[in-house]
């Protein structure tokens, strides 16, 4: 098997097609939901909410791990606002981790990995995004990794690539470290200097699909989980809660939606399709209107990350969001890395050579070749009476 798939493929595969070009829209017109809470608690309130918001978010603070000898991140133009100006290539890392309350909602159990990982890249004229996801079963090398505990994982051949996370985290399953040694092992494999992470923990899903009162989905089959999943839906329009949810989101087996293949691949479009919904969701309540919702939506968000120090502070995260207030929604590439089968092993994949020029397209910070190129409004003036597209550059 070899796969070589591109940002076009949004365009023409099942569910990822029909779904994935109206999350970006979804994504423009909710920009400022983060952005409302934060100002939306004026007066004497304000102070005691931003806290409380604060306190919401874990900080990690990888730096120390990650060594003196990563290029150097400019300095903000602007010292209120650590994103203005700038790139931002971010890795974000879903974990599986079973520790606290996803114990007590899970099962005890040995995960700790990052389950789902993406590179997110947002241009520093914020003119477009690129997310690629990086299949967690993918065979490559993993470097030494030290730890906030002082001891270093030795460096490891031939791993799958979630197991960075589970080396980096060690015995004592440290989130920090889990977290620097993914990013090590990103930077060495791709050339990128990571700016940002942030980890998603499972149970926080649930925390914000109750505090919406559910999200609405319209199945187009039903979707039935196996035996490590709770989930028995019908086809249809039906309103999953937050146990559900997740089921939906974390099933790699069962029937339906693609749960035949086993894949990571369906897996990630209907985590895209479930996305949409719960996008539509919070457009549908309106809920900037409505701001005791409004900010139990968001602190049980900020509840479920744990971030780099520039990212846990409400304003930055609200600068940044707002800063992408009026990116074009075809400006939100995703784009698969080339993939094949492992020689030695069908149930793992390595990245072909058509991957370096992707990274290296990236770290340049060029535009994706499927940027969309937005046509000169209708009447406007171009010089020779004519209505042409804008010059991609």
Known sequence: MSVTTTASARHRRGLHARHARRLPRAVARTIGIVTTAV???????????????????????????????????PEPVDPTDPYAGRAVT??????????????????????????????????????????????????????ACPRTDGSVAPAVRNAMFNDAFQ???????????????????????????????????????IDVVDALGGVNVDLPEAVRGNRHV?????????????????????????????????????????????VDAAMREVLDQNLVTNVPSLYRVVQRSLAALSVNPDLSSPAALAGLAFSLRDINPENLIFTQLPIATAPRDPNRVVWTSAAAPIWAR???????????????????????????EVDAE
């Open 167 to 205: 080396r980096g985290g060690g015995p004592g399953r440290d989130k920090t470290s889990a977290a620097a040694c993914t990013i090590r092992t990103v930077e060495s494999l791709t050339g990128l200097r990571i700016t940002d992470h942030a980890i998603i923990q499972m149970n926080g899903i």
């Open 362 to 388: 990236i770290a340049a910070g060029d535009p994706p070749p499927e940027l969309f190129v937005s046509p000169v409004e209708e009447g406007a003036d171009t010089g020779d009476g004519n209505s042409e």
């Open 90 to 143: 971010m890795l974000v890392m879903g974990t599986d981790y079973r520790g606290g309350t996803n114990g007590d909602m899970f099962g005890g159990g040995e995960e700790f990995h990052a389950d789902t990982t993406m590179v997110v890249y947002i241009a520093a004229d914020r003119s477009w995004v690129e997310v690629v996801s990086i299949p967690r079963d993918s065979l490559v090398n993993i470097p």
């Open 39 to 73: 100002i939306a608690f004026t007066g004497a309130g304000v102070a005691a909410a931003y806290a409380d918001m604060s306190a919401a978010i874990t900080v990690s603070d990888v730096d120390e791990l990650l060594g003196d000898d990563r290029p150097e991140i």
């Open 230 to 274: 709770i989930l028995d839906l019908p086809a249809g329009e039906q309103t999953l809660d937050g146990w559900q949810s997740i089921n939906f989101l974390r099933a790699r087996g069962g029937r339906g939606m693609g749960l035949e293949m086993g894949s990571d691949l369906a897996r990630i479009e209907r985590q895209q399709f479930f």
